[in-house]
């Protein structure tokens, strides 16, 4: 049976630093799915991409604690630095997993495509809850790229799925899991189709961030973010018409605790996030140094 979609949802984008966001997670009907809390699809630039890496780099320090944030970028490059002294670029392909911990400050510039002076960007950035025993840890950052990370070819050549987080088929995802999650990038040829098995005890989500696609029977446009509900055990993706189309796919268990969200802070409860901000205005979370 399949499952049944609870509710699908077209955002509009808003300019966050020069950056166009399309915030998907939370939406005014979920905060969260499994574990996570946050998921954004960055997927244009306002800045003129000949700009130093310098100018952008460094103007927008942001502290976060409580949560993983995983970036992958599909299309275009990203720049980061953080108070740990991590420093890297990763393109287009490549997956970051910093997981906050007790504190970390961070930057990240965001640059287009250098192909034909286009300035197309795609990237993923999605917020993983860590449990309440995980959220003292020191900050830890991890990043792998096309190689590096599991890849399966689906039957019939009908397409491949990339496993960002979690496990499908036996294959585990590069980096670390403190509860039952998964995000997957799934890419469709024309006039193909996928299906999958779900678990009931995870919760599911997708979002197509290329082309339109068909969902369980349910027509779906680029950029619709689509929420199932916990009945039914199929999800089946079938492309439109003569062209392929990517899927992420995503959610887990639900952590069975509460949590608060401010912020790239996400705590337990509200004292909590209180004590997030006097830590970091006490410099507990260290600073960006000058490159």
């Given at each position: 049976?399949?499952?049944?979609?609870?509710?699908?949802?077209?955002?509009?984008?808003?300019?966050?630093?020069?950056?166009?966001v399309h915030q998907?997670?939370?939406?005014?009907?979920?905060?969260?799915?499994?574990?996570?809390?946050?998921?954004?699809?960055?997927?244009?630039?306002?800045?003129?991409?000949?700009?130093?890496?310098?100018?952008?780099?460094?103007?927008?320090?942001?502290?976060?604690?409580?949560?993983?944030?995983?970036?992958?970028?599909?299309?275009?490059?990203?720049?980061?630095?953080?108070?740990?002294?991590?420093?890297?670029?990763?393109?287009?392909?490549?997956?970051?997993?910093?997981?906050?911990?007790?504190?970390?400050?961070?930057?990240?510039?965001?640059k287009p495509e250098?192909?034909?002076?286009?300035?197309?960007?795609?990237?993923?950035?999605?917020?993983?809850?860590?449990?309440?025993?995980?959220?003292?840890?020191?900050?830890?950052?991890?990043?792998?790229?096309?190689?590096?990370?599991?890849?399966?070819?689906?039957?019939?050549?009908?397409?491949?799925?990339?496993?960002?987080?979690?496990?499908?088929?036996?294959?585990?995802?590069?980096?670390?899991?403190?509860?039952?999650?998964?995000?997957?990038?799934?890419?469709?040829?024309?006039?193909?189709?996928?299906?999958?098995?779900?678990?009931?005890?995870?919760?599911?989500?997708?979002?197509?961030?290329?082309?339109?696609?068909?969902?369980?029977?349910?027509?779906?446009?680029?950029?619709?973010?689509?929420?199932?509900?916990?009945?039914?055990?199929?999800?089946?993706?079938?492309?439109?018409?003569?062209?392929?189309?990517?899927?992420?796919?995503?959610?887990?268990?639900?952590?069975?605790?509460?949590?608060?969200?401010?912020?790239?802070?996400?705590?337990?409860?509200?004292?909590?996030?209180?004590?997030?901000?006097?830590?970091?205005?006490?410099?507990?979370?260290?600073?960006?140094?000058?490159?």
């Amino acid at each position: 049976m399949k499952k049944s979609v609870r509710t699908s949802l077209q955002n509009q984008p808003k300019w966050i630093n020069d950056i166009e966001v399309h915030q998907l997670l939370p939406t005014k009907y979920v905060r969260s799915i499994g574990p996570f809390v946050l998921l954004d699809h960055i997927s244009s630039w306002r800045q003129s991409y000949n700009e130093t890496e310098k100018a952008a780099l460094g103007k927008f320090p942001v502290p976060r604690r409580g949560a993983i944030t995983l970036s992958y970028i599909m299309k275009g490059q990203m720049k980061h630095i953080d108070s740990k002294g991590n420093h890297e670029s990763l393109n287009s392909g490549c997956t970051q997993w910093l997981n906050a911990g007790f504190g970390i400050v961070c930057d990240q510039a965001i640059k287009p495509e250098f192909k034909n002076g286009e300035t197309e960007i795609s990237i993923i950035r999605a917020w993983i809850n860590l449990p309440s025993t995980q959220k003292s840890q020191p900050p830890a950052c991890f990043s792998f790229c096309d190689a590096k990370i599991p890849k399966i070819t689906l039957d019939k050549k009908a397409g491949w799925i990339r496993i960002l987080c979690g496990s499908y088929d036996n294959l585990q995802g590069p980096f670390p899991a403190y509860s039952k999650q998964f995000l997957y990038h799934i890419h469709i040829e024309p006039t193909q189709t996928f299906s999958i098995m779900t678990e009931n005890d995870q919760e599911y989500a997708a979002f197509l961030p290329t082309n339109n696609a068909s969902i369980n029977e349910l027509q779906c446009e680029t950029g619709e973010f689509i929420l199932f509900s916990s009945s039914g055990e199929i999800i089946e993706i079938k492309t439109d018409g003569n062209v392929s189309t990517d899927i992420i796919l995503f959610g887990g268990e639900a952590l069975n605790e509460p949590f608060v969200r401010e912020d790239a802070f996400v705590m337990n409860n509200p004292h909590e996030i209180t004590q997030a901000y006097n830590d970091y205005y006490d410099g507990k979370y260290g600073h960006i140094l000058p490159i």
